[in-house]
């Protein structure tokens, strides 16, 4: 009976949704999100680097790619910080993935091809957050920076 009242509160798909309290996919995707909103608009090119960081880290099909953007996008407009996702990226990511991270969010930053100060802001903190040095953070950035270099 439970189960049939939360289904009715929270829609018939709420249960097919990732368990945002620990799982790393989510945490991923909301800090992605959350660097593409740090700029007050979300490009298209902007959604698909989101997308394919997120299915080629978690090997996801592209419509649990979708479902898990569409359930992270809800869940960072619920969030009122950071520290919940980073901590649970801490956890289940080695030094080197979290350093990949911040590489992927400066692809995000960058990809509408200027970086605003609220999104250098942003990656700044949530790199110290997950415990990534400035050095690691800085060429992450370098790394980023140069793959949107015209050949």
Do not use: C
């Not at 997308?51 to 809800?74: H, K, N, S």
Request: hydrophobic residues 40%; negative net charge; glycine residues 4%.
């Amino acid at each position: 009976m439970f189960d049939a009242l939360l289904r009715l509160l929270t829609g018939p798909d709420a249960g097919h949704l990732p368990d945002e309290r620990n799982d790393p996919a989510f945490a991923l995707a909301v800090l992605l999100i959350e660097t593409a909103h740090s700029d007050d608009r979300v490009t298209e090119r902007e959604q698909r680097i989101i997308e394919r960081a997120l299915a080629r880290r978690f090997q996801l099909q592209p419509f649990e790619t979708a479902r898990l953007v569409q359930a992270a996008d809800e869940g960072s407009m619920r969030a009122t910080d950071l520290y919940n996702f980073t901590r649970i990226v801490v956890q289940h990511f080695s030094e080197e993935e979290r350093i990949a991270i911040i590489e992927m969010l400066w692809d995000v930053a960058y990809s509408d091809g200027e970086l605003t100060g609220d999104e250098d802001t942003l990656i700044r903190r949530v790199a110290g957050l997950l415990y990534v040095s400035d050095t690691d953070r800085g060429e992450a950035k370098r790394r980023a920076r140069e793959r949107l270099r015209p050949e």
